[in-house]
C-alpha cells in the first residue's frame, strides 16, 4: 500500500483527509464502486489540438468531455496533464530534414513517430478543450516542454529516466491508486498508465472516456500491453 493514512472522525461524524478533503464513497461513480479518496484521476492531454478540427485531431475526441466531467466532479484528486511544446520541438516531423508527419525517427536518443506540429505553447490548440472543466483541477502538469525530449507518460519523459514529478505529488497526497481518460488512449494514456502500474499504483483506464488514434495496430498493441502489466481496463456507459 502506498502511504494510506488514518481519517480523523470530527464531532459530526464526517471524514476528512489531511487535506480538508471529505471521504466521499462512491467518487468517480460512473463504474460502480471506486476506490474512495485514495484514488486520483488523471486526465490525458484533453487539448483542442487532439480534438476535432485541431492540428494532431482524435477522432471523436471531443466526444469523451461530458464524461470526463462527471468524473471530475466525482474525484477526490484530480490532475490534469498538457503537453506543452515549444517551438521547433524535436517530435515534431517538420524538425527533421526529409522527414513527413508519421515518419519515424530519433527524439533524445528515442526511436519514435515523427508528429505533426502540435500543442505549442501559447497557442489555441496548446489550451485544455474549452468545454472541459479544467477549474475542477488540483494539479495541472505540462509536459513535452524540453525541446528534445519527447514526453508521453504523465510519469516520465520519454528516456525513461526523467521523471516529471507526478509520483511525488500523488504519493504526498495519499494516493495509491489511479484512474486515467483522455487522449490518446494508444500513446500518452496507455504509456501513462504502464508508468503507474509499473511505480506501484493500482492502475485503471476507463475506456469510456478514452479515444485512440489506432495507426497500424496501434490500439490493440496499447490494449495488450495495458492487460499484460496488470492495468485493468474497465469498460461502463457511454458518453
Not at 164 to 172: I, R
Request: glycine share 12%.
Amino acid at each position: 500500500m502506498r502511504g494510506l493514512r488514518t481519517p480523523v472522525a470530527s464531532p459530526a461524524a464526517a471524514w476528512y483527509d489531511r487535506w480538508g478533503a471529505p471521504f466521499r464513497a462512491g467518487a468517480i461513480g460512473v463504474l460502480g464502486a471506486a476506490t474512495a479518496v485514495h484514488e486520483a484521476l488523471v486526465v490525458v492531454d484533453l487539448q483542442t489540438d487532439f480534438c476535432p478540427g485541431g492540428a494532431l485531431a482524435v477522432a471523436d475526441g471531443d466526444a469523451i468531455v461530458p464524461l470526463v466531467n462527471r468524473l471530475l466532479g466525482d474525484a477526490a484528486v484530480r490532475v490534469l496533464t498538457a503537453d506543452w511544446h515549444p517551438p521547433g520541438h524535436r517530435s515534431f516531423a517538420a524538425a527533421h530534414a526529409g522527414k513527413r508527419a508519421f515518419d519515424r525517427g530519433f527524439v533524445g536518443g528515442v526511436e519514435q513517430v515523427l508528429w505533426p506540429e502540435h500543442c505549442v505553447q501559447g497557442t489555441d490548440g496548446a489550451a485544455f478543450h474549452p468545454r472541459l472543466r479544467a477549474d475542477l483541477a488540483d494539479m495541472i502538469l505540462r509536459k513535452g516542454f524540453r525541446p528534445g525530449l519527447a514526453s508521453y507518460s504523465a510519469f516520465f519523459e520519454n528516456d525513461r529516466i526523467t521523471p516529471t514529478g507526478l509520483e511525488g505529488y500523488l504519493t504526498s497526497r495519499g494516493v495509491d491508486a489511479v484512474a486515467l481518460v483522455g487522449l490518446a488512449l494508444d500513446v500518452c494514456v496507455a504509456a501513462s498508465a504502464l508508468d503507474a502500474a509499473r511505480l506501484g499504483f493500482r492502475t485503471r483506464v476507463v475506456l469510456p472516456g478514452c479515444r485512440a488514434i489506432d495507426r497500424d495496430g496501434s490500439l490493440a498493441k496499447a490494449l495488450a500491453a495495458m492487460r499484460g502489466a496488470g492495468v485493468r481496463l474497465d469498460d461502463g456507459p457511454a458518453t
